[in-house]
């Protein structure tokens, strides 16, 4: 055999390797897509690939909760309550807050969509709801100035213009029920 002869055999090797990848690749990619891939599938081999479709639930499977309806369901009063204790209990936030400096202890806070039955702390005092009347360009006053709260996930922008600071909290109901902070960003402005 040839160098020549050698080389194509090579080259077909790799090329048969290539070609056995790809296949695989628009397989995976077909399976995902649920659409014809090539002219050469027919309509029929497309439906054979796709999911089957689920029956109508129950009335004892509609009465049930299941794991992804939370999400749509909207925050109770409590939900709030416990999701915006773990905001404010966040460090990044306190160290912000300045808490420390005459005036700014106990922690105020104020939102439109902060309830004012709250009963939340900061450290060991009790966080006062003030009304959105009060400046918070003069007064160190946290507001909270979006919530988009659902009965599994939350996130909360607030800003403390006393200190020009704002931020955002993503919390999250684990599977124990109990709050936790995802994730928070605090800057300057």
Same mark, same amino acid.
Request: glycine share 8%; proline share 5%.
């Given at each position: ?29 077909? *399976?995902?897509?649920? !659409? ?8 029929? $081999? &497309? ?5 089957? =479709? ?56 104020? *939102?439109?969509?902060? !309830? ?8 060991? $005092? &009790? ?5 959105? =009347? ?56």
């Amino acid at each position: 055999m040839t160098t020549y002869e050698r080389n194509e055999v090579v080259k077909r090797g790799v090329m048969g390797v290539l070609g056995i990848s790809l296949v695989a690749v628009a397989t995976a990619c077909a *399976g995902m897509n649920h !659409e014809p891939q090539s002219p050469e599938e027919t309509p029929s $081999e &497309a439906l054979a690939t796709e999911e089957p =479709q689920p029956s109508e639930p129950t009335s004892e499977e509609q009465s049930a909760e299941s794991p992804d309806q939370g999400a749509t369901q909207s925050a109770s009063s409590e939900d709030l309550q416990q999701a915006l204790q773990v905001v404010i209990q966040d460090e990044a936030l306190l160290s912000e807050l300045k808490l420390g400096e005459p005036g700014r202890f106990p922690l105020k806070i104020s *939102g439109s969509e902060v !309830e004012s039955g709250l009963k939340l702390q900061a450290h060991t $005092e &009790a966080v006062e709801v003030v009304g959105q =009347q009060v400046d918070a360009k003069t007064n160190p006053v946290l507001v909270f100035t979006e919530i988009d709260l659902n009965a599994k996930q939350g996130t909360f922008k607030y800003r403390y213009e006393i200190e020009g600071v704002r931020g955002t909290s993503h919390v999250f109901k684990n599977e124990a029920g109990v709050w936790e902070l995802q994730s928070s960003r605090v800057t300057g402005y």
